[in-house]
T-cell receptor, first 114, second 116 residues
Framework: AQTVTQSQPEMSVQEAETVTLSCTYDTSENNYYLFWYKQPPSRQMILVIRQEAYKQQNATENRFSVNFQKAAKSFSLKISDSQLGDTAMYFCAFMNYNNNDMRFGAGTRLTVKP | DADVTQTPRNRITKTGKRIMLECSQTKGHDRMYWYRQDPGLGLRLIYYSFDVKDINKGEISDGYSVSRQAQAKFSLSLESAIPNQTALYFC???????????????FGPGTRLTVL
């Protein structure tokens, strides 16, 4: 079974600074997707960014970008120019292409300080 | 208007009671999912459905059942609730895009269930 590990339970960053959240996963599959979801205090799960495993180019969405290292099974999220509204729990997730079985990491609580 | 809605948003019940959580979506997606979230464990898949006639067990299906009444509706039932089913429950939908090779899940707002 696939597992997703987020080794940083909590992190903090100063407003306008850059922060990187770590994620590693374990799988024997070759075709899969990776996601970062944000969960603010409202508890809504919001998609931040996604990466298809067959794509070598790292995904970017405005201030959010990933460093996808397929061989190392690593999928880190970089948030640039951090804003107070980025304060939330961030979950890394892996989804098997063949059966949509999605596995989540335990989450990293990010606090952006003014 | 929200694309994925869940009712109720909060529920407190007693051990042994039957509980149904409902999910509706206006996104037109065929695939729907139920997850539970516990502190420190992230989200775990309970059941998923790829269409009205297709129901599949997820990682933690014991103690739960589901019903896909229509493309837009997917209900989760706890036949006899127990305290360790206290959790935050999320419904999600997805629609694979073969052109882009993606299948992203979109989540409802969650239902906080407390079993006393």
């Amino acid at each position: 079974a696939q597992t997703v590990t987020q080794s940083q339970p909590e992190m903090s960053v100063q407003e306008a600074e850059t922060v990187t959240l770590s994620c590693t996963y374990d799988t024997s599959e070759n075709n899969y997707y990776l996601f970062w979801y944000k969960q603010p205090p409202s508890r809504q799960m919001i998609l931040v960014i996604r990466q298809e495993a067959y794509k070598q180019q790292n995904a970017t969405e405005n201030r959010f970008s990933v460093n996808f290292q397929k061989a190392a099974k690593s999928f880190s999220l970089k948030i640039s120019d951090s804003q107070l509204g980025d304060t939330a729990m961030y979950f890394c997730a892996f989804m098997n292409y063949n059966n949509n079985d999605m596995r989540f990491g335990a989450g990293t609580r990010l606090t952006v300080k003014p | 208007d929200a694309d994925v809605t869940q009712t109720p948003r909060n529920r407190i019940t007693k051990t042994g009671k039957r509980i149904m959580l409902e999910c509706s979506q206006t996104k037109g997606h065929d695939r729907m999912y139920w997850y539970r979230q516990d502190p420190g464990l992230g989200l775990r898949l309970i059941y998923y459905s790829f269409d009205v006639k297709d129901i599949n067990k997820g990682e933690i299906s014991d103690g739960y059942s589901v019903s896909r009444q229509a493309q837009a509706k997917f209900s989760l039932s706890l036949e006899s609730a127990i305290p360790n089913q206290t959790a935050l429950y999320f419904c999600a939908t997805s629609d694979p895009d073969p052109r882009r090779g993606t299948d992203t899940q979109y989540f409802g707002p969650g239902t906080r269930l407390t079993v006393l």
